[in-house]
């Protein structure tokens, strides 16, 4: 069975502009979560989708935004990037209860560096 | 507030040798479950254990072993006869039952170095 897979694996972008990274769950997992790593503020929840529909968020400002397709496949958003975007984004996906009640499945992240 | 902690920032061991690392977190809620993952050089993070607040029975898994104490909220992580494979950044992580979401929160992580 094919693990998570995200892409693009590394990019580079300049302030203000946009960005959108891509999740790929494993087949027949359902709920999609992402997360920000950072050195300064370490692994922070982004948010997670289950069914299409975001079913929690962590305390990032709008800019930051996310969907999920019929299919489970994930995409997050980011709008005018600041410097302090840079991270690796990690996506993870479980099968229906997300991250506290099942074990979550990680990629191997987006490295986004902002310019 | 949530908060966890993990007061080793890194620790460096030689193989074979046991190693605990130390999770401390603090709640109000009563109802939690706390986390361990780890993060090898790869940068893949893989989910290692999964622990509610009512269950304070210790969990053995192969050479990896969980310590939960309600009592001084802590939640530690032992290896037993580290191997280089090992080597790794340990998160801790806590969430509240009722607040999944915002209330997710990581330990900034302890770095372990296994030697040959």
């Known amino acids: 069975k094919a693990g998570v897979t995200q892409t693009p694996r590394y990019l580079i972008k300049t302030r203000g502009q946009q960005v959108t990274l891509s999740c790929s769950p494993i087949?027949?997992?359902?709920?999609v979560s992402w997360y920000q790593q950072t050195p300064g503020q370490g692994l922070q929840f982004l948010f997670e989708?289950?069914?299409?529909?975001?079913?929690n968020k962590g305390n990032f400002p709008g800019r930051f935004s996310g969907r999920q397709f019929s299919n489970s496949r994930s995409e997050m958003n980011v709008s005018t990037l600041e410097l302090g975007d840079s991270a690796l984004y990690l996506c993870?996906?479980?099968?229906?209860?997300?991250?506290?009640?099942?074990?979550?499945?990680f990629g191997p992240g987006t490295r986004l560096l902002v310019l | 507030a949530q908060k966890v902690t993990q007061a080793q920032t890194e620790i460096s061991v030689v193989e074979k040798e046991d190693v605990t690392l130390d999770c401390v977190y603090e709640?109000?809620?009563?109802?939690?479950?706390l986390f361990w993952y780890k993060q090898p050089p790869s940068g893949e993070l893989v989910f290692l254990i999964r622990?509610?607040?009512?269950?304070?029975q210790n969990e053995i898994s192969g050479r990896y072993s969980w310590n939960f104490q309600k009592s001084t909220s802590s939640f530690n992580f032992t290896i037993t006869a580290s191997q280089v494979v090992d080597s790794a950044v340990y998160f801790c992580?806590?969430?509240?039952?009722?607040?999944?979401?915002?209330?997710?929160?990581f330990g900034p992580g302890t770095r372990l170095s296994v030697l040959p």
């Open positions: 992580a806590l969430s509240e039952a009722g607040n999944y979401g915002q209330n997710f929160v």
């Open positions: 709640t109000r809620d009563t109802t939690y479950y």
């Open positions: 622990r509610n607040s009512f269950d304070e």
């Open positions: 087949s027949g997992h359902r709920s």
């Open positions: 993870a996906s479980s099968l229906d209860a997300g991250a506290i009640l099942e074990t979550q499945y």
């Open positions: 989708y289950f069914s299409e529909t975001q079913r």
